[in-house]
């Protein structure tokens, strides 16, 4: 079900299988992304999205099969500085206030002087959290945490934003202002990997891939999935695949 693609590749998977213990994550998974998608992995908590971007952004490594990103097989450490990650758990420093945070990241991305303190307030104000810099991390609300988590992924401007249910926690306003703002970063060239089991967001992606028991049920814009499924909605399509048992791409 995979479309022909003629842009350069930004990540692409072959048979890949993921593994622990005796339970099957990630079973035959294939799927390429090109440079400037915006593509979503779209399943329920259990499914396999985050064990999958998890061997994407070389955390974690396959048992079988190969995940090349932005040329370059992976893991690879030197790529580290061109993605950017947010995990499904905020990794931030309790003790420190959010512009610490932002400062201690962007220092390890190689960010300095005038360069880190323009980032950091470009970040700072996509996700609105400028007013609430100097506050201790560990006083953020959850969503604040996620906001603070997606202004880290995007300081460096990498070429490869990977975002594991980026807006969960995050009021509906806000929401429509970071998708605004994604929809923008890819047309710049960035390349988005997300995941999220919201409905409405996986309409506005430009490919989805339906994730259900470790496998891809189906790849393609949200519009042609509902068509060739003769559904009305992503939500009763992924629903009817399930049912039908899927045909992996």
């Given amino acids: 079900?995979?479309?022909?693609?003629?842009?350069?590749?930004?990540?692409?998977?072959?048979?890949?299988?993921?593994?622990?213990?005796?339970?099957?994550?990630?079973?035959?998974?294939?799927?390429?992304?090109?440079?400037?998608?915006?593509?979503?992995?779209?399943?329920?908590?259990?499914?396999?999205?985050?064990?999958?971007?998890?061997?994407?952004?070389?955390?974690?490594?396959?048992?079988?099969?190969?995940?090349?990103?932005?040329?370059?097989?992976?893991?690879?450490?030197?790529?580290?500085?061109?993605?950017?990650?947010?995990?499904?758990?905020?990794?931030?420093?309790?003790?420190?206030?959010?512009?610490?945070?932002?400062?201690?990241?962007?220092?390890?991305?190689?960010?300095k002087g005038q360069k880190l303190k323009t980032r950091i307030q470009a970040a700072a104000e996509l996700v609105d959290l400028h007013p609430d810099l100097s506050k201790q991390t560990g006083a953020y609300s959850g969503g604040m945490k996620r906001r603070l988590s997606l202004a880290i992924a995007l300081l460096h401007e990498p070429e490869l934003l990977v975002l594991d249910e980026p807006t969960v926690g995050i009021d509906p306003a806000l929401r429509q202002t970071i998708w605004s703002e994604l929809s923008q970063l890819t047309r710049s060239g960035v390349t988005i990997l997300l995941t999220t089991h919201v409905m409405d967001e996986a309409n506005k992606c430009d490919r989805l891939g339906l994730i259900r028991g470790g496998k891809l049920i189906a790849v393609g814009a949200p519009q042609s999935i509902i068509d060739q499924t003769g559904c009305s909605t992503i939500e009763e399509a992924f629903i009817a695949l399930g049912k039908e048992g899927g045909d992996p791409q």
């Fill in 1 to 111: 079900m995979l479309e022909s693609i003629s842009h350069p590749i930004a990540v692409e998977a072959a048979g890949i299988v993921r593994k622990f213990g005796s339970q099957t994550i990630l079973n035959d998974i294939a799927l390429t992304i090109p440079r400037g998608e915006l593509f979503g992995l779209l399943g329920p908590s259990g499914s396999g999205k985050t064990t999958f971007i998890k061997l994407i952004t070389g955390i974690d490594q396959a048992d079988r099969g190969r995940i090349t990103v932005l040329g370059e097989e992976m893991p690879q450490l030197r790529l580290l500085a061109k993605i950017g990650y947010m995990a499904q758990s905020d990794a931030l420093y309790n003790e420190l206030t959010g512009k610490q945070n932002l400062e201690f990241f962007g220092a390890l991305y190689g960010l």
